[in-house]
């Protein structure tokens, strides 16, 4: 129990002062009104649809003057849906930071901010949230196997074995499993940090449609 | 993992940038980071750029620098991103985290900097100043799409919705309560912003 608290904690904590890191995996699946799983096909889900693509087109145009005459394709959504915003000081998932602020003194806390000490809890914490990332999404392990590039090793054959895929819920697409995939880390700078990874489709013609986009995603 | 939904549609690379973070490199340093990692990669005809949160923050500073090769990327999606640093600081500031949060000193640490650094300012402040107008539009692909979760309150919605609407972008209220982690953990566990982003990225 202790350690999924901390988990939850870790993964709150990578959120709130590391977003660019956000590896943030424990989340409840969220349900909608029929009480089936998002992502499933259901009258639901094609309203939702519906209600995105009635919002994309030109109904609901906002547009300020200076960028009237700039703005060949723009097209915004009305502000009359949305609610009001909500109170920061009213959430309650933020009174570990506000206990803190109380408890230890600013220039401590600049300093493990500035020092990197911040970062390198955060980035530490992480690993305390892979016991509840694999209890929550089993499935996802051989996903995570198959883009790593670990289809051969020994972590992909016992995931196999225990079949885990077989705990992926229905509407919950993995990586397809006709995709052979490729990863390779590109540098691009001195230090270690300065890396992209490159996910390549090797068998390009099992997929639909044709492409040859990039998408640069973090 | 939220590369998954993508390769499945059909993309053929999906790249994920890694980039050095604060204080080894301020917010600049991070948009030089991301520049040069797009110049890294292979030659593509077309592109598409993602980032969440404090990367669609930087994503769209080198939008507004130019900094990013814009004839090859055909489509940018900002997910729940900061526009507004001093807007930003405040309601940290209010939430008790202002002062572990890089943010920042990573945007500068002065209210000079964090407005250089604030997309939203950026604009507004060159829009009132009529001897130096720019077509900020025109720094974006032509396919930009900007989401933000009702429910998020690690950055407010409103900060989407001020920059989409002093540019001059799309955005579109997300049709769940969505919070900050699940714009992009709907890519990696299913979800409505992975279905409304791969809808978007059909019909564009």
Request: aromatic letters at 8%.
């Amino acid at each position: 129990m202790g350690l999924l608290r901390a988990s939850c904690v870790a993964a709150l904590l990578q959120v709130l002062l590391h977003p660019c890191q956000s590896y943030v995996v424990v989340r409840d699946i969220p349900s909608h009104p029929c009480g089936r799983i998002v992502g499933m096909d259901c009258n639901w889900r094609l309203t939702q649809r519906k209600e995105f693509r009635r919002l994309s087109t030109s109904q609901g145009v906002l547009r300020s003057a200076r960028t009237e005459e700039t703005s060949t394709n723009s097209t915004m959504s009305s502000r009359g849906s949305l609610p009001s915003t909500p109170d920061p000081s009213m959430n309650p998932e933020d009174d570990v930071f506000q206990s803190a602020r109380k408890s230890i003194p600013t220039r401590v806390r600049g300093w493990m901010r500035d020092s990197g000490v911040i970062r390198v809890i955060m980035d530490s914490l992480v690993w305390f949230g892979v016991p509840t990332f694999v209890s929550t999404y089993p499935w996802a392990v051989l996903d995570f196997l198959r883009l790593g590039g670990r289809e051969d090793g020994a972590l992909f054959w016992l995931a196999k074995t225990l079949r885990l895929n077989d705990t992926r819920r229905p509407g919950l697409d993995g990586l397809r499993e006709d995709l052979k995939v490729h990863t390779e880390k590109i540098s691009y700078g001195a230090d270690e940090r300065q890396y992209v990874h490159l996910i390549t489709i090797t068998n390009p013609e099992a997929n639909l449609p044709p492409s040859s986009n990039y998408g640069t995603i973090r | 993992m939220a590369a998954i939904p993508f390769l499945n549609a059909g993309y053929s690379q999906v790249a994920l940038v890694g980039y050095w973070t604060y204080p080894t490199a301020d917010v600049q340093g991070q948009i030089d980071d991301i520049a040069a990692a797009i110049r890294a990669l292979p030659p593509s005809s077309r592109m598409t750029v993602m980032g969440h949160s404090s990367e669609s923050h930087i994503a769209t500073m080198a939008f507004l620098q130019e900094r990013l090769p814009i004839n090859r990327i055909d489509s940018f999606i900002g997910l729940s991103g900061v526009y507004d640093i001093p807007s930003h600081y405040r309601w940290e500031a209010a939430r008790g985290v202002e002062r572990i949060s890089p943010m920042a000193p990573a945007c500068g640490g002065s209210l000079g900097g964090w407005k250089k650094l604030s997309p939203t300012r950026v604009v507004s402040q060159d829009a009132s100043d009529n001897s130096s107008f720019k077509p900020y539009r025109s720094c974006f692909p032509q396919a930009t799409l900007l989401l933000h979760g009702n429910s998020d309150t690690t950055v407010p919605f409103t900060s989407t919705v001020q920059f989409a609407e002093t540019v001059g972008l799309n955005w579109i209220p997300l049709p769940n309560d969505i919070n900050h982690v699940e714009t992009i953990s709907d890519f990696m566990f299913g979800g409505p912003t992975r279905e409304v982003v791969l809808d978007w990225l059909d019909d564009s």
